[in-house]
Structure formats: structure tokens, C-alpha cells
């Protein structure tokens, strides 16, 4: 339970675990994107999902820390958040990219063949694709042994830090991290509904 800044560097170098034995993925988290809450918590941020306060979609935001919240974006592709505020206060981490560690086989065969390894999982949709993290997945208890879904923490090296992708509200925030030189890392697209360079808090 911590701020979403902290909560996504110490993300970077985690293992994210899922399936079952027979059947498991896992993965070294490489780069992640910070987002806070409403406009009267402590971390307002109106490109987050919570910025207008809970609805039934993204309730699970607003705690406990440590659950998963999934999402369709633009209706299609899921998305997987790790939820990182005090019971009541909206934030979590959006995991943007991870390198496949162990069942590439399986993350292969979910991806397509043709898929590089260090794109299996780059990019949110891809990494949920890869890992078989699907909308059953949300509210789940990453730090529960039993889940489906499971995180382990781990240490980071060096982390560096820029603008969130494809966000038209609050562009400039160095909120996104992820893990110098390794070749899984998304390429930065600015939305172009964002303000202009400099102008976007």
C-alpha cells in the first residue's frame, strides 16, 4: 500500500505468474505506467479510469492494495493493473510490457508464431494475450499463493522514467517506467488528442 510513483518503480523486475502448473507463464515485468485517482484524493489524475470516482467498472481501483484490475481498452484487448492504494483511495500500476521467462511455448502459441520473443508480451493487451489474463481475472489477489494470477516482488536495476502512452489528459507526467536497454519496452506513442509538448500537466 503505497503511492502509485513508488508502487510502480518497485513493480519493475517482479514476477508475474499465471495459470496453472501444467499450463503457466511466467514473466519479468519490464515497464509499467503509474495512475492516481479522483480530483480530491491525493494523487488527482484525470487520465485515470477512477478520476470521476467508483463506478461498477472500476471499484476494485479503490482498493485493497494488491488486486488486479482488468480492463478493455477501445473494447477489445484486456488490461492488467496492479492496484496500490489504501482501502478507499483510488491507484494503481498498469502493466505495459514483460519478457517471457518460462512457458515461451505457450505465450507463442497465444501470440501467433510469427511473434519476435521480446514482442510477445510488449504492450498492455499483449502481456494479458500472452499470459491468458482475461476479464475473469479482476479483483484477483496477486499476493494470494492459490490465485491464478500471482506476483512476486524483486529488485529493479536501473529504471528510467517519461510520459504515459496514448493518454490525452495530463501527457507530460513522467509517470511511465520501465527497465534501460531491454529490448521488450514499448515504443512511446503520444496521443494526438494530448495538448501540445509542455502544456499537458
Do not use: K
Not at 14 to 38: C, D, M, N, R
Not at 177 to 184: H, M, S, T, Y
Amino acid at each position: 500500500m503505497v503511492d502509485p510513483l513508488t508502487a510502480a518503480r518497485r513493480l519493475l523486475g517482479a514476477q508475474l505468474e499465471a495459470g496453472e502448473a501444467a499450463g503457466e507463464v511466467s514473466a519479468t515485468i519490464v515497464e509499467v505506467e503509474a495512475y492516481g485517482g479522483p480530483h480530491d484524493g491525493p494523487w488527482p489524475d484525470p487520465a485515470s479510469h477512477s478520476f470521476r470516482g467508483p463506478n461498477g467498472r472500476n471499484v476494485v481501483m479503490f482498493g485493497p492494495a494488491g488486486r488486479l484490475y482488468t480492463y478493455r481498452s477501445h473494447g477489445i484487448h484486456v488490461c492488467a493493473n496492479v492496484v496500490c492504494g489504501p482501502v478507499g483511495t483510488a491507484a494503481a500500476v498498469l502493466l505495459r510490457a514483460a519478457a517471457i521467462e518460462e512457458g515461451v511455448g505457450l505465450a507463442r502459441a497465444r501470440r501467433g508464431a510469427a511473434v519476435r520473443g521480446r514482442a510477445l508480451a510488449r504492450g498492455p493487451g499483449n502481456l494479458c494475450s500472452a499470459l491468458a489474463i482475461t476479464m475473469d481475472d479482476y479483483g484477483t489477489d496477486l499476493f494470494d499463493p492459490s490465485s491464478r494470477v500471482r506476483l512476486r516482488l524483486g529488485a529493479a536495476p536501473a529504471v528510467a522514467d517519461g510520459p504515459r502512452v496514448g493518454v490525452s489528459q495530463a501527457a507530460d507526467r513522467a509517470w511511465r517506467f520501465w527497465l534501460a536497454d531491454r529490448p521488450e519496452v514499448s515504443a512511446y506513442r503520444r496521443s494526438p488528442r494530448a495538448p501540445a509538448h509542455g502544456t499537458s500537466d
